[in-house]
C-alpha cells in the first residue's frame, strides 16, 4: 500500500464496485482526493455519486476495490460509527436539525455530542464552547438568526445550520450531497462563498446539479457516468468534453 498516490491523500478509491440485485451501481470507480482539496462531484441521475458517498461513510460495503482514508485507513473494514468518529461528515439532502431547538443550541447539541474538549463535562455555559457556537455561526451565515428556532429558517438557512453542526464535529473531510437543492439563487451564491471558506481547513467533496453553483466552487470536478468516471478536470475542461455533453449536459 504504497503507491504514490495513495500516500498523499485524505480520499483514495481503486478499482471499486458495488452491484445491487444484478446492477452495477459503480463499476471500478477510482478517485483521489488530497488533503485540503475541494471537489466537485457531478453526472446524471443514477450515476452513483449519493451510492459512491455511502460505500465511502460504510453505509454500503463495495463488492470489490479499495477505499482508504488518509493514505492508510482501509474504509472497508469500518463500520459507520467507527468511520464517522475518524472525522468524516456527512450532510444528506435533506436538513435534519432539531426543529424545536434555537438555531445556537442545535450547534451546541452538535458540539455536546462531539469528542472534543467541549463536551458536557465542561458545561454548557463554557466560554470556549461558546467562542466556537459564534464562529461556526458566523461561518454559516446565522450569527443574526442566532435565537430563532430552527423551525423557522428558511430551507437554505436550515441546511447552513446542518453544515455547521457538522463543522462542530471538526471533520477532516466533509462530504455534502446537493447542498443548494431548493435554495434560493442567493442562498446559493452564499452557500458557494461558505463552502470555499470551510474548504481552507476541511477537504470536501460536494456533489450537486447547479454548474453555476459548480463553477463558483472554481474546484477540480469530476463527471461520474454509470459508476465510473467519465471525464475530470477544470470546470471549462468537462464543460467542453463530447462525451459529458453527450451524457449529461445536453447538446
Ligand atoms: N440500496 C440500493 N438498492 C438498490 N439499488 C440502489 C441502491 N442504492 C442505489 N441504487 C441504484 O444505484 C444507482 C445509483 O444511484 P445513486 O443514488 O447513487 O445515483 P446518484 O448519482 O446519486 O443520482 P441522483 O443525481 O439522482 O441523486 C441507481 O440506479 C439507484 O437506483
Ligand atoms: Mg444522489
Given at each position: ?18 452491484t ?5 451501481a459503480?463499476?471500478k470507480?477510482?478517485l ?36 482508504f ?10 463500520d ?15 436538513p435534519?436539525?432539531f ?13 455536546a ?39 423557522d ?37 452564499e ?16 456533489v ?34 463530447e462525451r ?8
Open positions: 500500500m504504497t503507491s504514490p498516490t495513495l500516500t498523499n491523500t485524505v480520499l483514495y478509491l481503486d478499482g471499486v464496485s458495488v445491487f440485485d444484478g446492477f452495477r459503480i463499476n470507480l477510482s483521489a482526493i488530497a488533503p485540503g482539496e475541494m471537489r466537485a462531484i457531478i453526472g446524471p441521475n443514477g450515476a452513483g455519486k449519493t451510492t459512491m458517498m455511502d460505500i465511502i461513510t460504510g453505509k454500503t460495503r463495495p463488492d470489490e476495490g479499495e477505499v482514508f488518509g493514505g492508510m485507513i482501509d474504509l472497508t473494514m469500518l459507520e460509527a467507527e468511520i464517522a468518529a475518524l472525522g468524516i461528515g456527512r450532510k444528506f439532502q435533506k435534519t436539525v426543529e424545536s431547538h434555537t438555531v445556537a443550541d442545535n450547534i451546541r447539541l452538535a458540539l455530542g462531539a469528542r472534543s474538549p467541549f463536551s458536557a463535562l465542561f458545561g454548557a455555559r463554557n466560554r470556549i464552547a461558546e467562542e466556537r457556537i459564534d464562529t461556526i455561526l458566523s461561518t454559516v451565515r446565522l450569527t443574526e438568526h442566532r435565537g430563532r428556532l430552527a423551525a429558517l428558511s430551507h437554505g438557512q436550515k441546511q447552513w445550520l446542518e453544515i455547521g453542526m457538522l463543522l462542530a464535529q471538526d471533520p477532516k473531510l466533509l462530504l455534502v450531497d446537493e447542498p443548494v437543492a431548493g435554495m434560493t439563487d442567493a442562498e446559493t451564491a452557500t458557494a462563498h461558505l463552502l470555499k471558506e470551510i474548504a481552507r481547513e476541511h477537504s470536501v467533496v460536494v450537486e446539479h447547479d454548474m453555476a453553483f459548480v463553477r463558483d466552487l472554481g474546484c477540480k470536478v469530476t463527471v461520474l457516468h454509470e459508476g465510473s468516471v467519465l471525464a475530470e478536470g477544470s470546470i471549462d475542461a468537462v464543460s467542453a468534453n459529458v455533453i453527450e451524457v449529461y449536459l445536453g447538446r
